[in-house]
Nanobody, 129 residues
Framework: EVQLVESGGGLVQTGGSLTLSCTFS????????IGWVRQAPGKGREGLAC????????YYADSVKGRFTISSDNAKNTVYLQMNNLKPEDTAVYSC??????????????????????WGQGTQVTVSS
């Protein structure tokens, strides 16, 4: 059974930092990619960052480029999202999601165009002004 569990959310002041973790299990292939998304109240889901396990390539949305960093530790089956210089508009529920294998025509420059297979429950991040 595939599971993804997020942790590391919390309350932080503007300009502060947080590191989110996504620990996964049950994958049946080494060909996968994991993304972080967020959803703020009253807003749609936004894809933020993604990392491929096969070549460690990454993707960042413009809204977080230069502030957020995605990384992975395969020994710990964990993907991290380091978030710096947080702003009140970063307040949201953050979730990780995984896709096992690549869809036809997959392009890492637009990873959130494709459906992901598995989702975590999410972790709340609140940035106070």
């Amino acid at each position: 059974e595939v599971q993804l569990v997020e942790s590391g959310g919390g309350l932080v002041q503007t300009g502060g930092s947080l590191t989110l973790s996504c620990t996964f299990s049950g994958f049946t292939t080494d060909d996968y990619y994991i993304g972080w998304v967020r959803q703020a109240p009253g807003k749609g889901r936004e894809g933020l960052a993604c990392i491929s396990n096969t070549d460690s390539s990454t993707y960042y949305a413009d809204s977080v480029k230069g502030r957020f960093t995605i990384s992975s530790d395969n020994a710990k089956n964990t993907v991290y999202l380091q978030m710096n210089n947080l702003k009140p508009e970063d307040t949201a529920v953050y979730s990780c999601q995984a896709r096992l294998g690549r869809p036809t025509g997959f392009n890492m420059r637009i990873p959130f165009k494709y459906e992901f297979d598995y989702w975590g429950q999410g972790t709340q991040v609140t940035v106070s002004s």
